[in-house]
């Protein structure tokens, strides 16, 4: 470290622009390091599975001069349109790239806040500040997807991956045995069944809204229940509720662990949205212990097939479900006011004036 007072730092700020928790704005004090990871322990906690637990670290070098050094995190560090290697210095208006966040670079007056609104997020994300378990659960997450590409080429992908062959098939399956189901917790339960094998998952639990919270604009938790689960007595207060809650508002599928967090053990965590009109209503999640079996995006995919499966079977019952009630109501009117014209026709019949005649 440079002891030369006659070189002063500048007044230097980073501005974080990350989608799943907004903008930040941190000021970088001489002295100190300021470390960017996925893990709870980092000065600025990365939100993207892309980044490593430890990643990166902004210091002041022996020159008295910012700088980023990358700590041989797994998918790297770009300044500009650079990918860094070795210590890089900062200068200002750097734009530094990890993942899908951003860090702006910045020297003398803090920037205003209002410069975040340019970053291209779109606004769907969990905004401002994140409790501390909900950040801990996003330190371990290692994928994330908004929608399953699994049957886009399916010809092509099961040639060269038997794996997502054999998905497609139990999609197959599971969409013939839904297209035969007539009530929700019927199909709730197959879908289930087929998620966990699919993913090797010891447990999980498919959760829907509850018929209060149906017409809610924005689902939350205590919104749903959980209509099918294995084992049967699993409950809903013995899932990670943060991370549904995550789902529910990002829209997307994370697949998470097997770091401990909190008090839940070391787990492979699966949770995903089940959406209708593409809004999530619902989510699904699986967890199972960590072995040698390595869990990859296809087994994010395929979970988020049948989740999708399932948005379209609560779609059709629901549909067929507000039909019958309709028709049972007009039935039940009919029936009335064919019971009120033939008492009015029998009042007619027996009244006085009939019987002169």
């Not at 989608?19 to 970088?28: F, H, I, R, S, Y």
């Not at 997450?141 to 139990?170: C, F, H, M, W």
């Not at 479900?321 to 109501?329: F, H, N, P, Q, Y």
Request: with cysteine; net charge negative.
């Amino acid at each position: 470290m440079n002891n030369d007072k006659s070189i002063p730092l500048a007044d230097a700020h980073v501005l974080v622009r990350d989608p799943a928790n907004g903008p930040m704005l941190n000021p970088l004090t001489p002295g100190e390091v300021l470390s960017l990871g996925r893990a709870p322990g980092n000065t600025i906690v990365l939100h993207d599975e892309r980044a490593s637990r430890n990643h990166a670290e902004i210091r002041v070098n022996d020159d008295g001069k910012w700088v980023i050094h990358d700590l041989k995190s797994r998918n790297g560090t770009t300044v500009g349109a650079n990918e860094i290697t070795s210590e890089h210095t900062l200068i200002d208006g750097d734009t530094i790239q990890i993942g899908s966040i951003t860090i702006l670079y910045c020297e003398g007056p803090p920037p205003s806040l209002s410069e975040a609104d340019e970053s291209d997020t779109d606004g769907t994300g969990i905004t401002g500040e994140m409790s501390a378990e909900i950040a801990e659960w996003h330190s371990t997450i290692r994928y994330r997807r908004n929608r399953s590409r699994l049957l886009d080429d399916i010809r092509e992908s099961a040639r060269t991956a038997p794996k997502v062959g054999q998905a497609a098939a139990e999609l197959c399956r599971l969409a013939f045995t839904l297209g035969r189901t007539t009530e929700v917790p019927s199909a709730a339960n197959r879908a289930l069944e087929s998620a966990m094998l699919g993913s090797n998952a010891s447990k999980g639990m498919v959760l829907l809204p509850t018929p209060e919270a149906i017409h809610e604009e924005r689902m939350t938790v205590t919104d749903l229940y959980g209509v099918a689960a294995v084992p049967s007595d699993l409950r809903i207060d013995a899932i990670p509720t943060n991370l549904i809650e995550a789902v529910l508002a990002t829209d997307e599928a994370i697949l998470a662990g097997p770091e401990t967090v909190g008090e839940q053990p070391p787990a492979i965590t699966i949770a995903a949205p089940i959406r209708v009109n593409g809004k999530p209503i619902g989510a699904i999640y699986l967890s199972s212990e960590p072995s040698d079996d390595e869990k990859s995006p296809d087994d994010l995919e395929f979970v988020i097939a049948v989740c999708d499966a399932i948005g379209q079977v609560y779609t059709n019952l629901e549909a067929r479900e507000t039909l019958s009630t309709r028709l049972a109501t007009a039935a039940s009117e009919n029936k009335l006011l064919k019971e009120r014209l033939g008492e009015r026709t029998r009042m007619v019949g027996a009244s006085p004036a009939l019987a002169i005649i």
